[in-house]
């Protein structure tokens, strides 16, 4: 069976039904034959256009089973879900959210088009939310305007749940409670805590303990309101800065990183309205830092 190809992608029209990993046994490369389960894993193959992951999908005449190429494979599988609406994507840390005047391509925003643009050149995706350079974890974008608008207009409505982990530094006095500021911004982007209640954006942050060591704590976090560096500058302000970050005061810095992970996403899909939970599981270190000598 004869591929139809250009340089990103290989497209295989279905003559016969069956079943979808013995279908591709059947027209992949040697080389690439190897990986077939690989490849369903890691989201790299579409029928008509959607990605399936079951190897026993079943095919019909007619239909088109597109390849996409191993290049991709490292955005693929940090993508944790994806629709004709909105596409949902682990970032990893060091990986800019969107562009600056400084770093263009090494975002989360240039992968993900690039990856929407495998399938056609005019797709496009809009990131709705952000998530700082060295935060790792659970970051949504939509896939067109109209959805784009919709989350941005309705997200706190929309968006259910966001919860952190964060190692932070020292431990604390109360096991659980909820931070509630006020924040603004200098003109030089750092932010803080206005020391006059209702003057700047109204933050709050619900926190659990949930290990301790002698020198540092980790703490689940649910977001209440979703501000600029809301976060790491509450915790900051109680005396407990998140661990790597200097910005806000931290003095020690055990993962090379910010100590911070997005790690659960709960919101209503803004279109069929289903309610949907991605979670980012917290990167092994984190857990390390807390382990006995």
């Not at 894993?41 to 399936?52: C, I, N, Q, T």
């Not at 600056?100 to 056609?120: D, F, G, M, S």
């Not at 303990?209 to 689940?220: G, K, N, T």
Request: proline residues 4%; contains cysteine; aromatic residues 6%.
């Amino acid at each position: 069976m004869k591929a139809i190809k250009n340089d990103k992608i290989a497209e295989y029209p279905v003559k016969e039904e069956g079943e979808l990993l013995a279908f591709l046994l059947s027209v992949l490369p040697a080389g690439t034959r190897r990986n077939a389960k690989a490849i369903l894993k890691y989201r790299a193959v579409l029928v008509d256009g959607r990605v399936v992951t079951q190897f026993n999908h079943k095919l019909r005449r007619g239909q088109r089973v597109t390849v996409l190429p191993p290049m991709q494979g490292d955005i693929l599988e940090g993508i944790l879900y994806e629709d004709d609406e909105i596409i949902v994507f682990n970032k990893p840390e060091g990986l800019l959210s969107i562009a600056t005047e400084k770093e263009n391509t090494n975002t989360a925003y240039h992968l993900l088009n690039e990856h929407v643009k495998q399938i056609n050149a005019h797709n496009r995706i809009f990131i709705v939310h952000r998530l700082d350079r060295d935060t790792s974890g659970v970051l949504l974008a939509a896939k067109n305007e109209r959805v784009k608008y919709l989350l941005q207009d309705n997200w706190a409505n929309i968006v259910k749940t966001r919860g952190y982990r964060a190692i932070v530094e020292g431990k604390l006095k109360e096991q659980e409670g909820t931070l509630h500021s006020w924040l603004c911004e200098t003109q030089t982007h750092l932010v803080y805590e206005s020391t006059s209640p209702g003057k700047g954006l109204e933050a709050i942050t619900d926190y659990q303990v949930m290990r301790e060591s002698a020198v540092y704590s980790l703490l689940d976090i649910r977001l209440q309101t979703g501000r600029k560096n809301q976060i790491r500058v509450q915790l900051s302000s109680l005396g407990h800065p998140v661990a790597g970050d200097k910005k806000y005061g931290a003095a020690t810095n055990p993962l090379r990183r910010l100590a911070l992970h997005a790690h659960l996403l709960e919101l209503e899909h803004p279109v069929t309205g289903a309610l949907l939970s991605f979670s980012a599981k917290t990167p092994s270190a984190f857990k390390r830092v807390f382990k006995q000598p």
